[in-house]
């Protein structure tokens, strides 16, 4: 009779185990998953403020001379790459709602990492856009400063604003 009890609590045991390895898979999958999601708001987040902010710096390199200011301004007139970033963010979500509940582990680790890394890439170039933005909104303004001291017959021609 005891060998009987023995089997049937190791027998309890690795079911247990095998219950408890799928719980901690599934779990592992939710969290997955969610970090997608979050990765996804987070990368569409970041384009967002990246538009914005290419948008808000057209007003400071207007303030530039036009011959200054050309590349710049082809730059920020440049917005196909935030929509396409936009389109493979919103191709992830896609990807996320037809294969999220079916991927293999290994998968939804790698969309994670690569939805990591390109978020912060974007990140340091926002922050790069944002430095350069302020560099040249105060270079900008110490210039309009000093232009206005300036006798008038010195001015340069500030071109089309």
Same mark, same amino acid.
Not at 19 to 45: K, N, P
Not at 108 to 130: H, I, V
């Given at each position: 009779?005891?060998?009987?009890?023995?089997?049937?609590?190791?027998?309890?045991?690795?079911?247990?185990?095998?219950?408890?390895?799928?719980?901690?898979? +599934?779990?592992?999958?939710?969290?997955?998953?969610?970090?997608?999601?979050?990765?996804?708001? +987070?990368? /569409?987040?970041?384009?967002?403020?990246? %538009?914005?902010?290419?948008?808000?710096?057209?007003?400071?390199?207007?303030?530039?001379?036009?011959?200054?200011?050309?590349?710049? /301004?082809?730059? *920020?007139?440049?917005?196909?790459?935030?929509?396409?970033?936009?389109?493979?963010?919103?191709?992830?979500? *896609?990807?996320? /709602?037809?294969?999220? /509940?079916?991927?293999?582990?290994?998968?939804?680790?790698?969309?994670?990492?690569?939805?990591?890394?390109?978020?912060?890439?974007? +990140?340091?170039?926002?922050?790069?856009?944002? %430095?350069?933005?302020?560099?040249?909104?105060?270079?900008? %303004?110490?210039?309009?400063?000093?232009?206005?001291?300036?006798?008038?017959?010195?001015?340069?021609?500030?071109?089309?604003?």
């Amino acid at each position: 009779m005891p060998t009987v009890l023995l089997i049937a609590g190791l027998a309890a045991l690795a079911l247990a185990l095998i219950l408890l390895v799928s719980i901690l898979r +599934a779990r592992r999958r939710e969290r997955s998953l969610l970090r997608l999601l979050d990765l996804a708001d +987070a990368m /569409q987040a970041l384009l967002d403020r990246s %538009q914005e902010r290419m948008a808000a710096m057209k007003a400071v390199v207007g303030r530039v001379p036009a011959d200054i200011a050309a590349v710049a /301004q082809a730059s *920020l007139d440049g917005i196909q790459p935030i929509l396409d970033a936009k389109r493979d963010v919103l191709q992830h979500r *896609l990807w996320i /709602q037809k294969h999220g /509940q079916t991927a293999r582990q290994s998968e939804l680790d790698a969309a994670c990492a690569a939805l990591e890394r390109a978020r912060s890439r974007l +990140a340091g170039q926002l922050d790069e856009l944002e %430095q350069a933005g302020a560099e040249l909104a105060d270079a900008t %303004q110490a210039s309009a400063d000093a232009a206005r001291r300036e006798p008038a017959t010195l001015r340069r021609d500030p071109g089309p604003t």
